[in-house]
Structures are given as structure tokens and as C-alpha cells.
């Protein structure tokens, strides 16, 4: 109870503070979520057209999905410097993954009768893509957007450790001068964040694939 007491009491002594950082958590995930959906999207649908290569292109994504943040971090520094970049390469790099299976799968586990009767009537490639298997795996990668989206909130919270903003900040200050309330201060800020943003993507995954059935 001292701890909740704590907690809140610096919400309304710092709330100015806190909501300069939740924005500034909110625009480096929003970069690295723009970033890494767009090339994991496109991965997706390419591996899905040409087969043979989806071994070799999900054996990179498994291998950058299983290096620990915190390295992922340590090892770019040399390249890109300390600051939001780095963050948001790292980021964009571990939500790849999720955005390529989940866009894999969707796209090659669909009804092949449908599909066969979208070319018997007459559909080119890219309009059976666009039109039919695009809309019909949409639940399933927005499974993957779901993922991705929540696991990218969530890891931004150490983008503090090499100088980003966000609400890591505030864990990583609580952290070095021992001060318990506020890096729970932090780490529930960064929780909501997350399970309002996993609730909205499950109403819009279910209404997909609803409409995808």
C-alpha cells in the first residue's frame, strides 16, 4: 500500500514529466512499428510467392528474434552511435519476425479451391494477391501486427540503457537511485500502453477475421 501511495503521488507531483516521456515512448514505437511492419509485410508476401526461399529467410528473422534486446543494443552501438536510432533499429529488427511468419502463413495456408477459382475467373497475379489472398489472411496478420506491436512497447523500455527517450527513462532513474516508485512508476505506464493497444488490435483481428470467413 506504501508503494501504490508512492506511485501515485509522483503521478500528480510529475505528470508533466511523465506524459513528456509516455509521447516520446509512443514515437519511438511508433517508428520502429512502422519500420519493421512494412519490410516484415513485404518479406512476408515474397517468401510466400517464392518458396524456396522462405528457409533461409526465416532462419535470419529466428536468429535476430533470439539475440537478448539488451545485446542487440550493445552490439549496434558501435555502428549507429547511442541515442533513438539505434533504439529503433533495434526495435524495428525484433518486430520483423512476427510481421514475416504471421504474413507467411496467412498467405499460404488459404483455401486452394478459392484461389483456383480467383485465376479461373480470369484474375492476374497481383489481383488474386490484392483482392483475395491479402483480405482473406488478414486476421492472421493482424495476429501478427498484434504481437509485434505489444512485444515493441514492451522492449522499449530498456531504449534508455543507450541514451532514447521514453518511459524507460523513468525505470532506468528509479533504478540508479534506488528509488522503487518510480520505476514501477514506469513499468505500469508501459504495461497500459501495451494492453490498450493489444485490446484495440483483438477487436480489429477479430473483425477480420470474421470477415475473412
Same mark, same amino acid.
Given at each position: 500500500m506504501e508503494l501504490l501511495r508512492e506511485i501515485f503521488t509522483l503521478y500528480g507531483e510529475r505528470a508533466d514529466? =511523465?506524459?513528456?516521456? %509516455?509521447?516520446?515512448? @509512443?514515437? %519511438?514505437a511508433l517508428?520502429?512499428?512502422?519500420?519493421s511492419g512494412t519490410i516484415g509485410?513485404?518479406?512476408?508476401?515474397?517468401? *510466400? &510467392?517464392?518458396? +524456396? =526461399?522462405?528457409?533461409?529467410? @526465416?532462419?535470419?528473422?529466428?536468429v535476430l528474434y533470439t539475440i537478448?534486446?539488451?545485446?542487440?543494443?550493445?552490439i549496434l552501438i558501435p555502428f549507429t552511435g547511442i541515442g533513438n536510432r539505434t533504439a529503433v533499429i533495434a526495435l524495428?529488427?525484433?518486430?520483423?519476425?512476427?510481421?514475416? +511468419?504471421? !504474413?507467411?502463413?496467412?498467405l499460404t495456408s488459404l483455401d486452394p479451391d478459392i484461389l483456383e477459382a480467383a485465376e479461373g475467373m480470369g484474375s492476374t497475379r497481383m &489481383?488474386? %494477391? =490484392? +483482392?483475395?489472398?491479402?483480405?482473406? *489472411?488478414?486476421g492472421v496478420i493482424l495476429a501478427g501486427v498484434r504481437n @509485434?506491436?505489444?512485444? !515493441?512497447?514492451?522492449?522499449?523500455?530498456?531504449?534508455? =540503457?543507450?541514451?532514447?527517450?521514453? %518511459?524507460?527513462?523513468?525505470?532506468? +532513474?528509479?533504478? !540508479?537511485?534506488?528509488?522503487?516508485?518510480?520505476?514501477?512508476?514506469?513499468?505500469i505506464l508501459i504495461a497500459l500502453l501495451a494492453i490498450v493497444c493489444d485490446l484495440a488490435l483483438g477487436a480489429l483481428e477479430r473483425y477480420f477475421k470474421k470477415r475473412g470467413s
Open positions: 514529466w =511523465f506524459g513528456e516521456l %509516455l509521447l516520446a515512448h @509512443m514515437g %519511438l517508428a520502429a512499428i512502422a519500420m509485410l513485404l518479406a512476408g508476401i515474397w517468401i *510466400a &510467392q517464392h518458396p +524456396r =526461399f522462405a528457409p533461409p529467410v @526465416m532462419g535470419v528473422c529466428n537478448p534486446a539488451i545485446s542487440l543494443l550493445g524495428t529488427l525484433y518486430g520483423i519476425m512476427p510481421m514475416v +511468419r504471421n !504474413t507467411y502463413v496467412g &489481383q488474386a %494477391l =490484392f +483482392r483475395v489472398k491479402l483480405p482473406m *489472411a488478414a @509485434m506491436v505489444v512485444m !515493441t512497447i514492451s522492449v522499449a523500455g530498456i531504449a534508455s =540503457f543507450v541514451g532514447a527517450g521514453g %518511459l524507460g527513462v523513468a525505470i532506468y +532513474r528509479g533504478i !540508479t537511485i534506488y528509488n522503487p516508485a518510480m520505476t514501477a512508476a514506469g513499468s
